[in-house]
């Protein structure tokens, strides 16, 4: 490995590295680019989270939390064209181009929604279904570049310090809406989001050319140079039974999830209905209410899973290891629907999600990017790229089923919870695959590539 630009100390580490030994194990000459792609991830992560609120302002005032449940159908269809045409593109260029392309259109996207907003194009709809789409498309694709660059043991250990910048973003995202909403406005914060993606792609650039520098072996050289074989996404999660597992388990988790989101989603259009209605919203519209509740609901989310990601996750992944840790969130979402079951509040609803969610953004959203590590190549972004889009997506299209269902049956929130708690039990049953196969993979200690 080539020499680190950064000076290390005469113990073999730069200072820097040390003081990462805070969140978890670095060795010598691999701290700058974990920097580096921490950085980059709460660039991303920063710009969604300035969107986000935007985002679900439109959609509940557009049409409220049943629109907002059912579009996942819209976002499941457009992926069944997306994710082959991403896999075309990566089997015709190398990495760096594939990861250029995807940022310009994502940040192209958003100049034209702001310009579309000028002459009053209705957005609810079509902004939800974008940014649901952009959000889990370009977080795939770090976490792809990434498990690139590291073998498997360095992920298990540096995938803790990347994730803090998701977590830090998420915080940082959150704070710039509530501060910014009010002065910048609701539309202007797209063109903010942009710009930060035209950052995000630069940051990539330099780590791409520093990974390449630092590369001996004329192999691996030739092969980050090369596009990815042809083989379809779909086709090898059919094939490779660890990829089948970890599919059902995502689609499950998201199911999950979104009928959680639709619940407190509920409680937001309700109390801001009733704070309109008395006199109690301090002026504000319901939609700027609902920005705000928004808001300060991701604040509170991403600050305790920026807690979570800081001092929890290596640790974790230390005792329990990948394997283990898979079993953290199934455990605190069958916790919290049956809080929700026995109580279906506005308090208990906030508080439980706010912390089934931040364990998500940070120990889970850890957990998924390392089950790729002993994966191939192609498996790494054509695979995880479909798992994390469309099998997402495929979750909240259950999921909106699952709400059609109840509406027409009158079944409320409590009842919401309960048809939870037994999802949660079929998560934990593909947990255990994924976990059996994972161990056959990794049995043997350096094992190749799947």
């Excluded at 940051?203 to 379809?232: F, M, S, W, Y």
């Excluded at 590590?373 to 798992?387: C, G, M, W």
């Amino acid at each position: 490995m080539a020499t680190a630009t950064v000076q290390a100390s005469p113990g073999g580490k730069a200072w820097h590295e040390r003081l990462l030994n805070v969140v978890a194990e670095v060795h010598a000459q691999e701290g700058l680019t974990a920097l580096l792609l921490t950085a980059n991830l709460f660039l991303l992560l920063t710009a969604y989270y300035i969107i986000k609120p935007v985002r679900e302002a439109l959609i509940l005032t557009g049409g409220g939390a049943e629109l907002k449940s059912y579009s996942s159908g819209f976002q499941a269809v457009l992926l069944l064209f997306l994710v082959p045409a991403y896999g075309t593109v990566a089997s015709k260029v190398n990495r760096i181009r594939l990861i250029n392309c995807v940022f310009l259109f994502f940040a192209s996207n958003l100049v034209i929604f702001y310009l579309l907003s000028q002459i009053h194009v209705p957005l609810g709809i079509a902004f939800f279904v974008w940014v649901s789409i952009f959000n889990n498309m370009v977080v795939a694709q770090l976490w792809s570049f990434a498990n690139d660059l590291y073998t498997t043991d360095q992920g298990k250990r540096l995938f803790p310090i990347i994730g803090v910048g998701a977590s830090v973003g998420g915080v940082a995202g959150a704070g710039i809406t509530a501060l910014a909403v009010k002065s910048l406005g609701v539309y202007e914060l797209m063109l903010v989001s942009a710009a930060i993606l035209v950052a995000c792609l630069l940051l990539t650039n330099v780590i791409h050319r520093r990974e390449k520098r630092r590369i001996h072996d004329v192999v691996r050289q030739k092969e980050v140079e090369q596009p990815l074989a042809r083989e379809g996404a779909f086709r090898l999660i059919h094939r490779q039974r660890y990829l089948l597992f970890i599919a059902l388990l995502i689609l499950t988790l998201n199911l999950v999830n979104s009928n959680g989101e639709y619940m407190r989603d509920k409680i937001f259009t309700q109390a801001a209905r009733q704070a309109v209605a008395h006199g109690t919203a301090g002026g504000l519209s319901e939609t700027n209410l609902l920005g705000t509740y928004a808001a300060d609901f991701q604040f509170w989310q991403n600050l305790l899973a920026l807690l979570i990601q800081f001092f929890l996750v290596s640790r974790v992944f230390k005792y329990l290891g990948v394997r283990g840790s898979l079993l953290v969130l199934p455990a605190i979402a069958l916790c919290s629907y049956s809080l929700i079951a026995g109580a279906p509040v506005f308090a208990v609803i906030w508080g439980a999600k706010v912390l089934e969610n931040s364990t998500d953004y940070s120990l889970m959203n850890t957990v998924r990017g390392a089950l790729y590590l002993p994966t191939s190549r192609e498996a790494k972004y054509k695979a995880k790229q479909a798992i994390d889009t469309f099998c997402v997506r495929f979750g909240d299209v259950l999921s909106s089923l699952t709400v059609l269902a109840a509406v027409l049956l009158h079944v409320g929130i409590r009842g919401m919870a309960a048809f939870n708690i037994t999802a949660v039990a079929l998560w934990l049953l593909l947990a255990y695959g994924v976990i059996r196969q994972h161990r056959k993979l990794t049995a043997a200690e350096g094992a190749a590539p799947a």
